[in-house]
């Protein structure tokens, strides 16, 4: 078994992130039919490409096992930036098509809504984000998420940056920010209307000292 081996994402990797992802929000629960989700976790993960400047992945055998999208304010985006919007917007365009689809981005929608509202109060205070950070299951007790933030705060350091932010919620495994020590800064409760227990999500604003 090859060693751990982080480095650049490469287009090469888009659709087995696009995947990874798809399993670990669980699309799948919300979207019946697979090209529907396969077109969701392409849109996205396009929507979050454009907000980065650093992409870096975790990669065993060729298996993804993490990946990590950071933007850092001193520094422009890449050359690619607007062909990940027209990429977003075009799968976004596709995926949207059937009712599920519009249902579920509606959902999304809020869940910008809701992060829009944590940031308002700290517009200015962050010079920083932590923009998507995932880990596959089978990363777990590798030591991979942590990894992956240590190399990007030094990432940050390099850049004189100073001020972090993330944005995650109660579906996600925010506790591990928390015992990392971020501070949580704010949080607000919200309904996405596709839950299928009726209980509002709590999303999280979380900041840190580079």
Same mark, same amino acid.
């Given at each position: 078994? +090859?060693?751990?081996?982080?480095?650049?994402?490469?287009?090469?990797?888009?659709?087995?992130?696009?995947?990874?992802?798809?399993?670990?929000?669980?699309?799948?629960?919300?979207?019946?039919?697979?090209?529907?989700?396969?077109?969701?976790?392409?849109?996205?993960?396009?929507?979050?490409?454009?907000?980065?400047? !650093?992409?870096?992945?975790?990669?065993?055998?060729?298996?993804?096992? &993490?990946?990590?999208?950071?933007?850092? &304010?001193?520094?422009?985006?890449?050359?690619?930036?607007?062909?990940?919007?027209? +990429?977003?917007?075009?799968?976004?365009?596709?995926?949207?098509?059937?009712?599920? #689809?519009?249902?579920?981005?509606?959902?999304?929608?809020?869940?910008?809504?809701?992060?829009?509202?944590?940031?308002?109060?700290?517009? #200015?205070?962050? /010079?920083?984000?932590?923009?998507?950070?995932?880990?596959?299951? +089978?990363?777990? &007790?590798?030591?991979? &998420?942590?990894?992956?933030?240590?190399?990007?705060?030094?990432?940050?350091?390099?850049?004189?940056?100073? $001020?972090?932010?993330?944005?995650? /919620?109660?579906?996600?495994?925010? #506790?591990?920010?928390? $015992?990392?020590? !971020?501070?949580?800064?704010?949080?607000?409760?919200?309904?996405?209307?596709?839950?299928?227990?009726?209980?509002?999500? $709590?999303?999280?604003?979380?900041? !840190?000292?580079?």
């Amino acid at each position: 078994m +090859e060693s751990i081996l982080y480095r650049t994402i490469t287009e090469q990797d888009y659709p087995q992130i696009s995947e990874m992802l798809c399993g670990i929000w669980q699309f799948d629960k919300y979207l019946n039919d697979e090209s529907t989700v396969r077109r969701a976790g392409l849109a996205f993960w396009y929507a979050y490409l454009a907000r980065q400047n !650093y992409a870096e992945a975790a990669e065993r055998d060729g298996r993804i096992l &993490g990946i990590l999208l950071g933007h850092c &304010g001193s520094l422009p985006f890449p050359a690619e930036h607007k062909g990940f919007e027209k +990429e977003a917007r075009r799968f976004l365009r596709e995926f949207s098509r059937s009712g599920e #689809g519009r249902k579920f981005y509606k959902a999304q929608t809020r869940t910008a809504k809701y992060e829009r509202q944590l940031l308002a109060p700290y517009e #200015g205070s962050f /010079d920083a984000e932590l923009v998507l950070f995932a880990t596959a299951p +089978e990363a777990r &007790g590798l030591g991979v &998420g942590k990894t992956l933030l240590s190399r990007f705060n030094a990432f940050l350091k390099k850049q004189e940056a100073r $001020h972090a932010f993330l944005l995650t /919620d109660s579906f996600c495994n925010f #506790g591990f920010y928390d $015992h990392l020590g !971020y501070e949580r800064l704010a949080e607000v409760e919200g309904l996405l209307g596709i839950e299928a227990d009726g209980k509002p999500l $709590h999303f999280y604003l979380y900041g !840190y000292e580079v």
